[in-house]
């Protein structure tokens, strides 16, 4: 060890310190996105140098730490408060789960912001365009199963109703187990589809992506798809959503902190470089 270790052991934790203000500067700008989760850094000691492992009962190892480093920043899913609104379209989830999206390319992805809204082919869709997926309904107006596809509520059209009278699709409704009931003119709900909703064994795995989404990966593990409200799942609020849960204050505090520790292993660098210097440079004092 030397004082060359010492600046980069220094170097290492001004380095964290910064990840930590990138990270607390992402969660400040986003304490107004609805859905969003704010992100927290895990940090871990980096490999010490050993000089001796000991000989033996009273003589110990003889370790010196090299440093910190980032090991993960990870994301608190815990649930954001919730805000009413007179939108049928707008959706919160009360519990764990994600809504299922597809995604630009086709595969899909999840978010916990429900502020959607109807496209001009009346499909449920994400402010960025993304549709909304969950069961459709057959030809008897029975919930489909056999696959997940995009929603429609397809607000005007029409049916043939008992008697071969023509309703007409006024209105629709999200009820708490995800199921979308149009109400017609005939005075009859009937059922338009069902949102489902998806979990992980690993939610802190999940890499996030631009929108508000995020996306499944090996650490997150494959996706539990179930319908709102069963085996734990979470409950769909209709005309509500759910808000950012990045607590202002508490990032504040950690902001100073971050901002701390980087000043305390500047104050180190400095040091081990006046150090230097007055070892090769003495008649500079």
């Known amino acids: 060890m030397g004082l060359a270790s010492v600046m ?47 000989g033996g009962p009273g003589s110990d190892p003889i370790q010196i730490g090299t440093g910190v480093q980032v090991v993960g ?20 989830l009360d519990g764990e789960g994600l809504f299922i999206l597809q995604g630009a390319s086709g595969g899909r992805v999840y978010t916990r912001d429900g502020n959607f809204k109807l496209n001009a082919d009346g499909e449920l869709v994400t402010a960025e365009g ?25 607000l005007g059209s029409t049916v043939v109703g008992p008697g071969g009278t023509v309703a007409t699709l006024r209105s629709y409704s999200i009820g708490k187990d995800g199921r979308i009931a149009g109400q017609y003119s005939d005075g009859v709900n009937r059922t338009l589809g069902q949102l489902r909703l998806a979990r992980f064994a690993n939610p802190q795995g999940l890499a996030a992506k631009g929108g508000n989404k995020f996306a499944s990966t090996a650490a997150s593990g494959l996706p539990i798809e179930t319908d709102p409200g069963e085996s734990g799942a979470a409950e769909v609020l209709a005309g509500a959503k759910e808000l950012s849960n990045v607590d202002i204050g508490r990032e504040l ?19 081990a470089d006046t150090m230097l210097g007055e070892m090769f440079f003495p008649w500079r004092r």
């Open 253 to 271: 505090i950690e902001l100073t902190l971050a901002g701390n520790l980087f000043q305390a292993n500047l104050a180190v660098l400095h040091t």
């Open 73 to 92: 920043v990870d994301s608190d899913f815990s649930q954001g408060p919730i805000t009413t609104s007179d939108q049928p379209a707008l959706l919160a």
């Open 130 to 154: 993304n549709r909304v997926l969950g069961f459709g309904v057959d030809a008897s107006g029975q919930i489909d199963r056999s696959q997940l596809g995009p929603l429609a509520i397809h």
């Open 8 to 54: 980069q052991t220094a170097l290492s934790g001004m380095n964290a310190a910064t990840t930590m203000i990138d990270v607390l500067a992402n969660n400040l700008a986003n304490s107004q996105t609805d859905g969003f989760k704010a992100g927290s850094v895990r940090l871990a000691t980096q490999t010490p140098q050993t000089l001796s492992l000991g």
